[in-house]
């Protein structure tokens, strides 16, 4: 059997204790929705210890002065950031694999007016005989004089 923090492991006593509350107060957050625990074939409530560590935060978070509501709306909102973090590593690994598999990658190259030109895998950009200079004040630089011998 394969267990990890989302295994029902304790009954309402055990788990009133981990959490330092009362078991009535499981009860109660339980019909009011902030923490469900699993139940067994004899309706009896077995937490886990996701479930541990989400009583722990409420009694925090009531501690600070939150009412109820508020904590299940932060719970709320910390459970869909949980499920998009997740989501978003999932398609980052599609893609990376993605990637890997593909066949050759897009190579592009910078056009001299900031243009950009796509270049197929092994082909080298056209190299351009232009000199760029470069004046760190800003102004337009003097003109060349040609150098007489």
Excluded: C
Excluded at 69 to 87: A, C, N
Excluded at 115 to 123: A, M, N
Excluded at 126 to 148: D, T
């Amino acid at each position: 059997m394969d267990m990890d923090e989302r295994t029902p492991l304790f009954a309402i006593t055990a788990a009133a204790e981990l959490a330092g509350m009362h078991p009535q107060t499981l009860r109660q957050y339980d019909r009011l929705g902030l923490v469900s625990p699993t139940r067994t074939a004899g309706r009896t409530r077995r937490y886990s210890m996701k479930d541990i560590v989400q009583l722990r935060e409420i009694s925090r978070l009531s501690a600070e002065g939150l009412n109820l509501e508020g904590i299940r709306r932060i719970l709320d909102l910390e459970s869909q950031v949980d499920v998009l973090q997740r989501r978003v590593r999932d398609l980052e690994a599609t893609l990376a694999d993605e990637l890997l598999q593909k066949s050759g990658r897009r190579v592009f190259a910078a056009g001299s007016q900031g243009d950009v030109i796509p270049l197929r895998t092994g082909e080298r950009a056209q190299k351009q005989n232009q000199m760029v200079l470069w004046n760190p004040f800003g102004r337009n630089p003097a003109p060349l004089k040609k150098l007489e011998s």
